[in-house]
């Protein structure tokens, strides 16, 4: 399994970004897909997670109500929408997919494979 994230970038506070992560590969009919991020100097913390088996989602206390995530099962995608950004969601973005924990919020120590990242910077 492969996941490839794309559309972090540049934006100001306040703005909106997109993220999307496509997993292929990916067979298993139930599966959890999420979003991590890692700040430099600070641990990996979960953003938002979505399971397939019944299209539950949960969300960090930090970004609820800001952030959204979303899926498409056909095509094995992920989507972050990032609304009302601050500087403090300045980070590297991490898409992840697990087949053992079918049920969110998946730990990071379980995820059964990570993306590369997409680096998201919001400026003040």
């Known amino acids: 399994v492969q996941l490839q994230a794309s559309g972090g970038g540049l934006v100001h506070a306040g703005g909106s970004l997109r993220l999307s992560c496509v997993a292929s590969g990916l067979s298993d009919e139930w599966y959890t897909m999420a979003w991590f991020r890692q700040a430099p100097g600070k641990g990996r913390e979960a953003v938002a997670c979505l399971s397939s088996r019944d299209g539950s989602t949960t969300v960090a206390d930090s970004v609820k109500g800001r952030f959204t995530i979303s899926g498409d099962n056909a095509k094995r995608t992920a989507y972050l929408q990032m609304e009302f950004l601050k500087p403090e969601d300045s980070a590297l973005y991490y898409c992840?997919?697990?087949?053992?924990?079918?049920?969110?919020?998946?730990?990071?120590?379980?995820?059964?494979?990570w993306g590369k990242g997409t680096l998201v910077t919001v400026s003040s």
């Open positions: 992840a997919a697990d087949t053992a924990f079918i049920n969110c919020p998946v730990p990071a120590n379980g995820v059964d494979y």
